[in-house]
């Protein structure tokens, strides 16, 4: 018991100081660095201003940010009307079938996201499968421009992180007490008022938690737009990247990174409040 309780005092202390030295230090260098001044030659100067914050107000710089939310708020709705759904088939169907539904959700873990974002160049290009394929099938009569627009950039978003939404709500509804259903049609409840007054509400831990894994993702990813939107669609992750390697504007960097930061806490302080909620109301029920 000595031994153990060593062990897990050893395991806290180490993981505390992984996270002082790489989660903590650094977020704390990046928001002093946002209230210092760029210099001409030196990436940083001493002296305290607001001015990178005042930068962001520009409409130019807020117009990221807004498309950057907007893209990722349509990542997160269309990840869910597709997840839930499969979600659903996973955790009803058979057991033996179960593992292998779970293996089809897990394996594009095992590739590169990098890789495989390369490889839907080779479906979304000019020349690609999927024109190719609506050609075949005559429902184009010309080629869709789909590379290196906002578009390409959702498709990249959205097969990226969709075992992300699929995962969480499998696990909720895994754990469903379907006596619970099967006690509603007994009482004569339609099938939609099932699926709206039992089952949505009992998996919505899971849903919170899918769209959260997904929505703040989505914010920060900087290789899909690059890649699939040819840089010309910028959003919040590349604008911070540019900043720090191309413009060498290590505040106006910090700024932006603090500003997401503080979309993030917000977004997570929202999933524990309505992961209460959600539990207050499994208890009422």
Known sequence: MNRLSLFAKLSIAALSLWL?????????????????????SEFLIYAFSFESYFKLIDP??????????????????MALILAYPFAYIVATAPKRFR????????????????????????????????????????????????MYTQSAVFVGMFYTLLPFMILPIYASLEKLDWRLIEAARDLGASKFSQFKDIIIPLSLPGIIAGSTLVFLPALGMFFIPDILGGAKELIVGSFIRNQFLTFRDWPFGSAASVILLLIMFGMIALLVKSQKIAAHKSELS
């Open 99 to 146: 593992f292998i539904l779970l293996l089809l959700i897990i394996i594009p873990f095992w590739t590169s996201s990098l890789v495989r974002t390369y490889a839907l160049i080779a479906i979304l290009k000019t020349k690609g499968l999927l024109n190719a394929a609506l050609l075949a099938l005559g429902i184009i009569e010309t080629p869709l421009e789909i």
């Open 60 to 77: 130019i710089y807020l117009g990221i940010f807004l498309d950057s939310l907007y893209l990722a708020f349509l990542t997160t709705i």
């Open 20 to 40: 002082l030295l790489f989660a903590f230090v650094p977020n704390l260098l990046v928001l002093i660095s946002s209230f210092l001044t760029k210099g001409e």
